[in-house]
C-alpha cells in the first residue's frame, strides 16, 4: 500500500495542494480559521473548567495552568477528529472525479488526513511557542518528540476514515453515527480533565482507549519534559494495525464506488 | 447474420500492431441502491463476496479487442452501455463478469469536463489532470503552454472553470487529453459539444493522431464521424453486442435499425383535411421496390409519393435534395418536366420520381417534396425524408460530376511568366 502512494506521489501533491488550498478559499481570513476554530474552543473550556468548575489538576502537569493543559492535546484531538471527518467525507465529495477517472481512491483519503494534520500541526507549533513565551511551562525542546506521537496519530486516523469513508459512500447513515461517537470519544478521553480526577474504579476502562495513553504521553513530553519511552511502541503497533485493516476493508468495497456515487 | 456469427467472421479480418484493450466476456450489473435495504444487502454481499446482490443489467457478453494503431466505433442509442463500456475500459469501473486486459496509458474523455474541480483556474486544472496521468509537476510544466494554446480560450485559461461554458470545458478536456499523447484514447461523444471551427481542429488532430499510429475509441452518433474516422465499429444494442465489424457495415445496419423504427412512430394523422394541396405520403424505394434509408453511391432512388388536391384538379410538384447541414443540394419542379401525376381516385394523384445512378457523395441528406397549387405558384405542403448515403470516395463536394481525365493539350508557352 506504501507502494501505491509512492508510485502515484504526484498525485497524492496534487490532491494535498487543493486540500489546502480549496479549504479556505474565498473566506476573508483564509487560513486565520485554522487556528481560531480551536482558539474559541479553548477559550471556551478554559472558562468552564477554571471559573465554574475550577478541576484541580496533578502535580504531573508540572505547574502548567489549565489552558495549557488543555491545549496541548486539544490541538491533536481537532487534528484527529477533522482529519477522521474530512477523510470519511473526501470519497462523496470527489464523486465527479471517481466517476470519471481511474486512479487508487485511497489517495483522497490520505490527502484529507493529512492536510487536516499539516493545517492544525501549524497551528499547534504556533501555540506552543505563544503558551511558553507566556510562561507557561512547555519543553519546547521536547516538541521534535511529538511528532513521533502524532504520527502513528495520522496513521490511525487514516484507518478509521477508510474504514468510514467507504461505508459512507455504500450507506448514507454512517455520517450520523460518527459525529455522535466522535463526540462520546472526546470526553471519554483525558483531554480536558486529567485521568487523576477519574474514579479509581472506571480508570482501567478508560485506559482501554490507546487515546488516554496517548493524551498521557503527550503531557508527559511537553509539560513534565519527559523522553520518549519504549512503551511508546505500542502506540505505533496499534497505530500501524489500524491503518492496515481500514485500507484493506477500503480495498475490498473501492471497485465498486462508482456503482454506489 | 447473427450478432455472434458477425464476430465470429470479423474476428480474422484485422491484422497489424499488437493487442491493446481485449476484453472478453464483459458484463457488468448495477447494485440497486434506491433503498437503504438494499444497500445494506449489497454490502454485506460484496464483504462476503456473494453473488446474490440486487441488480440490474448494463452490460452483457462483450467481447472486443482494439489493436495498436487501429480506430475503432461504438454506436447505439442511448442507455445502451456504451457509456459503461468505456467505464471499464478507462479503468473506472469494475466489471462483474468476464475478463480484460489493458496495456498502455488510456486517455479518457467521458463525459467531458470531467475530473475539473470547478473552484480551480483552467491552469490549475491542467496540473491536476496531468497528475491523474501520472506526470510529475515538472513534466506537466513544459506541456501547459502547448495545451492552452490548443484550448485557445484566451484569458478565461486563468479562470475558475465554474465559470466556464461547457464549449470551453470541452476545449481545455479535449486540449489536455491531445497533449498527455496516451496509447489509447477514448472519447465519448466530445465532437458534439464544441464549436464548428474547434470541431475541425479536433477531427484534424484526431486524423493526425491516428496518422502516426495512435489507437482511438470513438463513441459517437455521428455516423459520419464513425465512418470517416474509423475502420471497425461495435453496435451495442441494450447492453448486448448487436453487430461488430467494418465500420460502414455497422453504421449502415444501425441507421437502418432506426429508419424502422422511425416509420412505426411517423403514422400519425397528418393535417386535417383543408382548402389546400398536400402530401398524403411519401417513401423512398430502392429499384427493385423495397423502402430504404440507406443509398450506396450511384444506386439508383425512386421516390414515390401520394398528393391530395381538394379540388380535384391535379397539384404541382416540387422535390429539393439538401446536404444534413442545410445546404441546398438539388431541386425541381414537376411543371418545368410537364409532367402531371396520376389520379388515383378523385382528390388523390401518385406520382414517382426516379433518380439513376445517385450522384450524391456519402453523407446525410434531406429528401423532400411539396405540394403545389396547380398553377405551381404557392407552396403549401411538404414532407421530408433523411437518407444516408453511403459508400467508399475520396472525392469531395456534394455531387459526383460526370468526368474523365485525359491528355491534355496546352503548350508550356501557355505557362505563367514567372
Known amino acids: 500500500m506504501p507502494a501505491t502512494v509512492y508510485a502515484h506521489r504526484w498525485l497524492l501533491a496534487s490532491f494535498l495542494r487543493r486540500e489546502l488550498g480549496t479549504r479556505y478559499a474565498g473566506s476573508v481570513s483564509g487560513a486565520a480559521w485554522a487556528l481560531l476554530h ?115 496519530l495520522c496513521l490511525a486516523a487514516v484507518g478509521v476514515a477508510a474504514i468510514l469513508a467507504a461505508l459512507q459512500t455504500l450507506l448514507k447513515d454512517v455520517e450520523q453515527v460518527v459525529s455522535i461517537g466522535l463526540t462520546v470519544v472526546f470526553y471519554g478521553t483525558p483531554i480536558l480533565y486529567p485521568l487523576a480526577l477519574v474514579p ?21 513530553v511537553l509539560l513534565a519534559g519527559s523522553g520518549l519511552q519504549l512503551s511508546d511502541l505500542w502506540l505505533w503497533a496499534i ?17 465498486h464506488f462508482e456503482d454506489f456515487l | 447474420m447473427t450478432p455472434a456469427a458477425a464476430t465470429a467472421t470479423l474476428a480474422g479480418n484485422h491484422t497489424g500492431g499488437s493487442v491493446l484493450v481485449a476484453l472478453q466476456g464483459i458484463g457488468k450489473d448495477y447494485p440497486k441502491v434506491a433503498a437503504g435495504g438494499d444497500r445494506l444487502r449489497t454490502l454485506w454481499g460484496l464483504l462476503a463476496h456473494r453473488a446474490d446482490i440486487p441488480h440490474f443489467r448494463a452490460l452483457h457478453g462483450v467481447s472486443l479487442e482494439i489493436r495498436r494503431g ?10 445502451a452501455g456504451k457509456s459503461t463500456l468505456l467505464k471499464i475500459i478507462a479503468g473506472v469501473v469494475k466489471p462483474s463478469a468476464g475478463t480484460f486486459q489493458v496495456a498502455g496509458r488510456i486517455g479518457a474523455l467521458l463525459e467531458l469536463g470531467s475530473g475539473f474541480h470547478p473552484e480551480y483556474t483552467g491552469r490549475e486544472n491542467i496540473f491536476l489532470a496531468a497528475a491523474l496521468m501520472g506526470l510529475s509537476r515538472r513534466e506537466t510544466r513544459e506541456k501547459v503552454e ?13 479562470e475558475p472553470i465554474k465559470h466556464y461554458s461547457s464549449g470551453m470545458a470541452v476545449r481545455l478536456g479535449f486540449a489536455v487529453a491531445t497533449a498527455l499523447t496516451p496509447d489509447v484514447l477514448i472519447t465519448d461523444e466530445v465532437l458534439a459539444v464544441g464549436d464548428e471551427s474547434f470541431q475541425k481542429k479536433c477531427i484534424r488532430w484526431l486524423e493526425r493522431y491516428l496518422g502516426d499510429g495512435g489507437t482511438l475509441l470513438l463513441c459517437s452518433h455521428s455516423m459520419y464521424h464513425v465512418q470517416t474516422l474509423c475502420t471497425r465499429a461495435m453496435w451495442l444494442h441494450e447492453g448486448e453486442v448487436r453487430l461488430q465489424g467494418d465500420s460502414f457495415d455497422v453504421t449502415r445496419e ?21 382548402l389546400n394541396p398536400l402530401i398524403r405520403a411519401m417513401r423512398l424505394e430502392r429499384a427493385d421496390g423495397t423502402v430504404a434509408g440507406t443509398f450506396a453511391s450511384g444506386e439508383d432512388m425512386v421516390l414515390q409519393g401520394l398528393a391530395w388536391s381538394p379540388d380535384g384538379r391535379a397539384p404541382a410538384l416540387l422535390f429539393g435534395i439538401v446536404r444534413a447541414d442545410g445546404t441546398p443540394v438539388y431541386g425541381a419542379h414537376s411543371d418545368d418536366s410537364g409532367f402531371t401525376p396520376l389520379r388515383a381516385d378523385d382528390r388523390h394523384f401518385a406520382f414517382a420520381a426516379r433518380f439513376p445512378a445517385l450522384a450524391l457523395l456519402p453523407g446525410k441528406y434531406t429528401v423532400r417534396i411539396h405540394a403545389l397549387d396547380p398553377e405551381g405558384l404557392r407552396l403549401f405542403d411538404t414532407l421530408e425524408k433523411d437518407i444516408v448515403v453511403t459508400g467508399r470516395t475520396r472525392d469531395y463536394g456534394l455531387v459526383r460530376l460526370a468526368h474523365e481525365w485525359r491528355p491534355g493539350t496546352l503548350r508550356p508557352e501557355a505557362a505563367k511568366a514567372p
Open chain 1, 200 to 220: 479509581e474504579s472506571l480508570r482501567s476502562w478508560m485506559n482501554v482507549n490507546p487515546l488516554t495513553a496517548l493524551a498521557e504521553r503527550l503531557r508527559e
Open chain 2, 70 to 79: 487501429e480506430a475503432f466505433g461504438l454506436v447505439g442509442e442511448n442507455g
Open chain 2, 254 to 274: 444501425y441507421l437502418t435499425f432506426h429508419e424502422e423504427k422511425n416509420r412505426v412512430q411517423e403514422q400519425s394523422p397528418r393535417a386535417a383535411e383543408g
Open chain 1, 38 to 152: 480551536p482558539l474559541a474552543l479553548l477559550a471556551v473550556y478554559a472558562f468552564i473548567f477554571t471559573t465554574v468548575f475550577r478541576v484541580q489538576l496533578p502535580p504531573t502537569a508540572g505547574g502548567a495552568s489549565y489552558t495549557a493543559f488543555a491545549a496541548v492535546v486539544l490541538w491533536p484531538w481537532i487534528m484527529l477528529s477533522e482529519g477522521v471527518t474530512r477523510g470519511m467525507e473526501s470519497i462523496q465529495s470527489n464523486a465527479g472525479l471517481i466517476r470519471k477517472v481511474a486512479f487508487p481512491h485511497a489517495l483522497l483519503v490520505y490527502a484529507a488526513v493529512f492536510s487536516s494534520f499539516a493545517v492544525h500541526a501549524v497551528g499547534f507549533a504556533a501555540v506552543l511557542v505563544t503558551l511558553a513565551a507566556l510562561g507557561e511551562p512547555i519543553h519546547l525542546l521536547r516538541v521534535p518528540l511529538v511528532l513521533a506521537l502524532l504520527f502513528p
Open chain 2, 146 to 158: 502547448a495545451i492552452v494554446a490548443f484550448a485557445d480560450i484566451g484569458q478565461h485559461i486563468d
Open chain 1, 239 to 255: 497505530a500501524l494495525a489500524v491503518w492496515w485493516v481500514g485500507l484493506k476493508f477500503f480495498e475490498r468495497l473501492s471497485p
